[in-house]
């Protein structure tokens, strides 16, 4: 029987769950909506129902004895406050949700190192400073934390990955004595493993619920930006992944920290490697306020990537950028404009191309490996014509993505665990 792992995505709109072999193959898959359980997306309780019919769903195309280990990622700055049994006390605080206590973010401002990812209001620190007063609180969870402690019964540990932007030191590993100057109460947050290190085992009531051996191993996950490039194959430094979604955003393994709080960059940790990356307002967004989308498929078969318009145009959908190009000012640059769609098009795109180059420029000079491949993810991964341009501008190999499912990187931190316990 060969063994198998499973990982869990738990996202903005639903649950997916990837399981793996140990040769990284993908063995079956599912996905369920949130909108299955309720309306709320912000309940912890369709979460895990979500959770639980994307796994079951899982389980019923695989040999649910042949698993070995289970992973979770959620999105990053997700924080719940629980009592000591784990039950939720309070609403969480989504990823993109921000604190308005001008007093809490003052403190965390006057405390927190410039290059810690814990400034800002949507920072999980400012949500734990919030959730610290409730009656009865006994942790502040991300959401990853929380899903992966209903399979093993510890709702007091995370992963280096998701704790990042709570205030934790990922190159001291360990939560830094400012947190505490902050105002925030240290014993409500929870201990921080690697991602990949085994944290427990199935409860008993989690392996009758899923009809999984008792002893199948819970490990610790990452956030879903993480997954997302470990899902892609890229496992060296100088290896990038472009996001082409209605953002443009690069990321890149590096063998050191970078970090660039001006330009909204800092690197998670992965092992003994990094993964540093900036966001750009440019991408698909921008293209969506000028042509609708059969429109744009229509006019990139019209295109010629081997030649350049020369309009070099940088694609704002309003002023304002911040990577690669810190300036809150900027306006965007997409005159003149040519007559025909197709050229305008192409010149949108090639400003695009150019960006992603500068960006990955801009992380070199910063301090990260010099770009050696590319993987590309997102919508805009299938538009011939852009990667054609892209290729050109960027100049180096692109190679095929393994799978562009954030369970599936998810997955591979699964199987990194069952190799650490040494399971069968």
Known sequence: MMPLVIGIDIGTSGARAVAMRPDFSIAGQSAVRLDRFGRNPRDPSVWWLTVQAALTELLSSID??????????GTSGTLLPVDAAGRPLAEPLMYNDKVVDTDMLAAIAREAPEASAAHGATSGLAKALRFQHLPGIAAVLHQADWIAANLSGRFDVSDENNALKTGYDVEARRWPDWIAASGMRMDLLPDVVEPGDVTGRLTATAAQLFGLPRDVAVVAGTTDGCASFLATGATAAGDGVTALGSSL???????????APRFGIYSHRLGDAWLAGGASNSGGKVLAQHFPLARIIELSAMIDPTTETGLDYYPLGAAGERFPIADPTLPPRLTPRPADDADYLKAMLEGMAAIEALGY??????GAPALTSVRSVGGGAANAAWTAIRQRKLGVDFLPTLSDEAAAGTARLALKGANKAGLP
């Open 64 to 73: 649910s004895a042949a698993v070995r280990a289970i992973a979770v990622d």
């Open 361 to 366: 420029r801009r992380l070199a000079d910063l």
């Open 249 to 259: 955003t690069i990321k890149i393994l590096s063998d050191r920290p970078i970090s």
